[in-house]
Each structure stands twice: as C-alpha cells, then as structure tokens.
C-alpha cells in the first residue's frame, strides 16, 4: 500500500535558482567553480516540468559545491 502523497504529489518550498541551458538541460551551479567534479541528477517520470527536482538539485549544489546537471531525457 502506498502513501496518500505518492498518488497525490507534494510541492516542496522555494523557487528554483538555476536555469535551463542551451543544452535542454536543467543546470544549477556550484560554489566550486575549481573542480572538475559534477552531480548529474535523473528524474522521476514527472521530469523538469516538476519544480521538485529542480529544487533538489539547487539543494545539492549549495551543500556540496558541485555543479549539477538533470538531463531532459523526456523533452
């Protein structure tokens, strides 16, 4: 049996801050612009249209430093 938020859904908090590159890809730099290290975060079915993985991948490049990268892989 699922959770009633798994069939429903559930916005998280905030805005977005990265962008879209010219590459179709969802990108939200990382505080360590020496590295040569990156995080490539895959979607659920919902994809980039989806504000949550977007805000999940912001979250990863202020803690870790990383710049990182969701693929449209759906677009």
């Known amino acids: 049996m699922s959770c009633p938020n798994c ?3 559930e916005l998280l908090p905030g805005e ?3 962008s879209i590159s010219t590459l179709g890809a969802y990108f939200s730099p990382g505080s360590n612009p020496s590295t040569k290290s ?3 975060l895959l ?3 919902f994809g980039l249209p989806l504000k949550n993985c977007k805000i999940i991948a912001d979250h990863l490049a202020r ?3 990383y710049d990182v990268w969701i693929p449209d892989y759906f677009g």
């Open 7 to 9: 069939t429903a859904g």
């Open 16 to 18: 977005p801050s990265g």
């Open 38 to 40: 990156a995080i490539v």
């Open 43 to 45: 979607t659920d079915v």
């Open 63 to 65: 803690e870790t430093g």
